[in-house]
């Protein structure tokens, strides 16, 4: 990056800074948590980190700077997610709350209680509408499969939606900010319009294994889906078809994310990331990230930058560059070290 250097959290808390060439003495940032999530802000400089305290610690993604650190759940944040806009950011915990937090500065807009784990969260486009899976319990006391769709300014839960019959584990909104898509164990994948709260579509895992993640095109047209067995599959959303699907590793898919015409693609027994063009499932460029299996996949709204975790602890952030498309560049850029 333009400070010619790399960012690593060590298992013991410390931000550390190196330089490129990894000679010269390393030197403490910050104090800190081993990281356990994190989520991408390119338009306000930050990546947001958390730890096993539950604790929200923000870091200037070009110098390394904490500029806030936010007491945030009880117990360890399972999942977070922001609006393209980066206005707010969404986390749920295992002390089973759903918090609402604006941003840059992580003030607390509200917080909710769920009585059951919560397996996913995921925040629309305009902000408008945070979706978490279950739903508030207090209120629905079926929960097992229930999606709950949260007014972001206002905290209420305003929609339940109904119809999985199992635990859902990975939520998507379309840019659309209307188009909802929920995985299940129970081996379909479903589309709702929150315009009118109903289901719209439902896939079918079919001799596949159920879907782990999701990923929309930008048109909102398209539907990605990575399935546990290592499968990726392609679904027009207009004709209810599927157009193909193709084995893109031999163990479940861990990460997946689409920039314009291009699906980034990693699994759990593999440390490499695929790129595949979306329209023929070509494998255009594959790359050996040299940081073992991987857990998860993260790209920014804008399509710029994604980054990825390791189940040796390790989130790293590449910058993508759209120029030339056969050939996409990855520039890396900084690593976030040992989760513990």
């Not at 003495?25 to 948590?33: A, G, R």
């Not at 009118?196 to 879907?211: N, P, Y």
Request: glycine fraction near 8%; proline fraction near 4%; aromatic fraction near 6%.
């Amino acid at each position: 990056d333009q400070n010619n250097g790399v960012l690593v959290a060590l298992a013991d808390g410390r931000l550390v800074k190196l330089p490129e060439n990894l000679n010269a003495s390393e030197f403490q940032l910050e104090q800190t948590e081993a990281v356990s999530a994190g989520t991408l802000l390119p338009k306000h400089d930050l990546v947001i980190l958390t730890g096993s305290d539950g604790q929200l610690s923000a870091y200037e993604m070009t110098s390394g700077k904490c500029r806030a650190k936010t007491p945030a759940h009880q117990r360890p944040i399972w999942a977070m997610a922001a609006d393209r806009d980066q206005t707010l950011l969404a986390t749920v915990g295992e002390d089973r709350r759903l918090c609402c937090w604006e941003l840059p500065g992580l003030k607390l807009r509200f917080e909710a209680n769920i009585d059951f784990g919560v397996r996913a969260v995921v925040v629309s486009s305009d902000g408008r509408w945070i979706a978490t899976s279950p739903a508030a319990s207090s209120q629905h006391p079926y929960v097992e499969g229930t999606l709950g769709i949260w007014d972001s300014h206002t905290g209420d839960c305003k929609q339940v939606l109904r119809g999985h019959h199992n635990w859902v584990v990975q939520l998507a909104f379309a840019p659309d900010g209307q188009t909802l898509a929920s995985a299940s164990v129970d081996r379909t994948t479903r589309v709702w319009d929150l315009s009118i709260g109903e289901l719209d579509q439902m896939f079918a895992a079919g001799s596949r294994s159920s879907a782990e993640q999701i990923a929309f095109s930008a048109d909102s047209k398209n539907l990605i889906l990575g399935h546990a067995d290592g499968w990726v599959s392609h679904w027009d959303l207009e004709s209810g078809n599927e157009v193909r699907a193709w084995p893109a590793f031999g163990d479940a898919i861990s990460g997946l994310a689409l920039t314009g015409d291009r699906v980034l693609v990693t699994s759990r027994s593999s440390s490499q990331l695929k790129v595949l063009e979306m329209g023929s499932a070509e494998e255009i460029a594959a790359f050996n990230l040299q940081l073992g299996p991987l857990t998860d996949m993260r790209a920014s709204s804008d399509g710029n930058q994604v980054s990825w975790f390791s189940q040796s602890g390790v989130m790293q952030i590449h910058s993508l560059k759209p120029e030339p498309r056969i050939h996409p560049n990855f520039n890396h850029s900084r690593i976030y070290g040992d989760r513990g």
